[in-house]
């Protein structure tokens, strides 16, 4: 029997764990709500951050600058955390979205280089797709710090850890264009950022889904025999 999407390739990281601490992030944060919670919160974020970084280490490239932003970045949150200083706060914020950024880029650009599609592939495909989610969720954060009120439905004088999860919230939702309506950005900004989420989701599943597709097609001209 044929099949022409490989188990996992070797010149590409292993996605898999990765996949796994973004889920349970994103599962996990929304039920954290006793006091102490932001602690785990925390943690789970910074094993992404760690996991990214350790990817990226095998890209001798892009290794020490991917590094370097992934320690002021775990600097920066805890520094927030341990203060509560909300200029602390917004400057972690605002360094997340950087490293969420690179380390899309860095992922993207390991997904476009693979000439054959791997179970590996698929799960950085996903990767890059929820750390979008998590991307936005900051970006509207630093927002939300920068212009209180940018978003209506959250409730005022809002933790900082309830307000990072209804804005994850928010960001899935926009990303996956469900659009319940229960937070709305209304300013100015927040409005065009949440659209550009929203595009970014469909237009990265309709393009994702095209490459995947075509090297699919692809293998299957070229005959290949690969054993999933």
Do not use: K
Not at 19 to 47: K, N, Q, W, Y
Not at 165 to 173: E, K, P, R, T
Not at 186 to 203: C, K, N
């Amino acid at each position: 029997m044929r099949h022409f999407i490989l188990p996992h390739s070797s010149g590409a990281p292993n996605y898999a764990v990765l996949l796994i601490m973004l889920v349970l992030l994103i599962v996990v944060a929304p039920f954290a709500t006793r006091a102490g919670s932001a602690l785990a919160v925390e943690a789970l974020l910074d094993l992404v951050l760690i996991a990214g970084a350790y990817f990226a280490a095998s890209r001798a490239g892009r290794r020490w600058p991917f590094l370097a932003l992934t320690a002021l970045t775990l600097l920066g949150r805890w520094a927030a955390l341990i203060s509560g200083d909300g200029g602390f706060e917004l400057g972690s914020s605002a360094i997340t979205v950087a490293w969420v950024g690179a380390a899309i880029a860095i992922v993207g650009t390991e997904l476009f280089r693979q000439r054959s599609v791997t179970t590996n592939m698929i799960f950085g495909a996903i990767v890059a797709y929820l750390l979008g989610a998590v991307g936005f969720a900051y970006l509207f954060e630093v927002l939300e710090r920068l212009q209180p009120g940018a978003f209506s439905g959250i409730p005022e004088g809002a933790s900082a850890q309830a307000l990072g999860d209804a804005l994850l919230y928010f960001s899935l939702v926009t990303l996956t264009t469900l659009g319940y309506g229960d937070i709305v950005p209304v300013s100015g900004l927040a409005r065009p950022i949440a659209v550009l989420e929203g595009v970014f989701g469909t237009l990265y599943l309709a393009i994702m889904i095209a490459r995947l597709v075509g090297l699919h097609i692809a293998a299957g001209l070229r005959g290949e025999d690969d054993e999933l």
